[in-house]
């Protein structure tokens, strides 16, 4: 812990503060992360993914799951990671990257968290097989077509040099809200989609974003789904084709930047200041660039 400066230096300064605090949040450490968001995990899903035969041997997995976890974290986005069999009641939004395999029985239980009122947002080559990685028929992405209002039709690797311009129905930026906010300053807002694509069909559904082109999957997807949206219950699932930018994929959940890293923890709250400025979080505390705080909140 002290660096080649030695100990009379800022970084020995500061871990040696954080040492003295941090036998005084006994209590802060017994009580359980707030988490608003889940993201699934299942391993095996993810070793099915390297299995030789696949449309692409640049499938990733972890890449997956690194997205959705970036994403949520740098807007200020608590996650959990779950198992596609847990309890998803206590949460508003669950993610689902690429979870190739799928139980009838875990499929099942995202339509109860659906149903229930939960916003799902899956990605490509979800459900596709079950938990013995037998391919589902009838179509991709198999146990989930019915909760996602799609199907699937065929898969389109892309290069890696290649993007895909995504069109979005009345314009804007791409959302999931039900009105397109209009584009910030004078340059629209141009979505795209690297890496994978497919051939998409609404079956109940509704597109937000669709194919436009340049690469030459496009004369085959132009004007297709790419991003859609299923009123499923009391809830909505969302269902990405292609794999978005980071900037996409937050305004499609409705995400904002959070330089303000805030964590709660039972009665304590956790603040970290990722940004470049000063800035106010609760009870008028203002914390400078790289600045923490641990409060403890009454009510």
């Avoid at 503060?17 to 036998?23: A, F, Q, R, T, V």
């Avoid at 890449?63 to 974290?73: G, N």
């Avoid at 596709?128 to 898969?155: M, N, T």
């Amino acid at each position: 812990m002290v660096p080649h400066a030695g100990p009379d230096s800022r970084i020995f300064r500061e871990i040696c503060e954080l040492g003295e605090l941090l036998p005084s949040l006994d209590e802060a450490v017994r009580a359980p992360v707030e988490a608003g968001a889940a993201i699934l995990w299942d391993a095996e899903a993810g070793w099915a993914l390297q299995s030789p035969g696949l449309p692409s041997a640049e499938l990733s997995y972890l890449e997956a799951v690194r997205q959705a976890h970036r994403v949520l974290y740098r807007h200020g986005v608590t996650a959990d990671f779950a198992h596609p069999s847990a309890d998803l009641s206590a949460y508003g939004l669950v993610l689902v990257p690429s979870l190739y395999l799928i139980s009838d029985a875990d499929a099942a239980n995202l339509r109860r968290y659906v149903e229930g009122g939960g916003t799902l947002l899956v990605s490509f080559l979800s459900g596709v097989a079950d938990e013995h990685a037998r391919v589902r028929l009838g179509g991709y992405p198999g146990a989930l077509r019915d909760l996602l209002g799609i199907g699937v039709e065929e898969f389109h690797p892309l290069p890696p040099d290649v993007a895909m311009t995504l069109s979005v129905p009345g314009g804007g930026p791409l959302s999931s809200r039900e009105e397109n906010p209009e584009p910030s300053g004078e340059r629209p807002v141009e979505d795209t989609g690297t890496f994978w694509s497919e051939h998409v069909h609404l079956r109940g559904a509704e597109a937000l974003a669709l194919y436009a082109g340049p690469h030459a999957s496009a004369a085959a997807l132009s004007g297709l789904p790419a991003v859609t949206r299923n009123r499923y219950g009391a809830g909505t699932a969302l269902y990405l084709s292609t794999r978005l930018t980071d900037d996409a994929y937050a305004r499609l959940l409705g995400l904002r930047p959070a330089p303000v890293e805030l964590v709660r923890r039972g009665e304590w709250l956790f603040a970290i200041n990722h940004g470049e400025d000063e800035r106010k979080v609760a009870s008028d505390l203002c914390l400078p660039p790289g600045g923490y705080a641990v409060l403890k909140m009454h009510g």
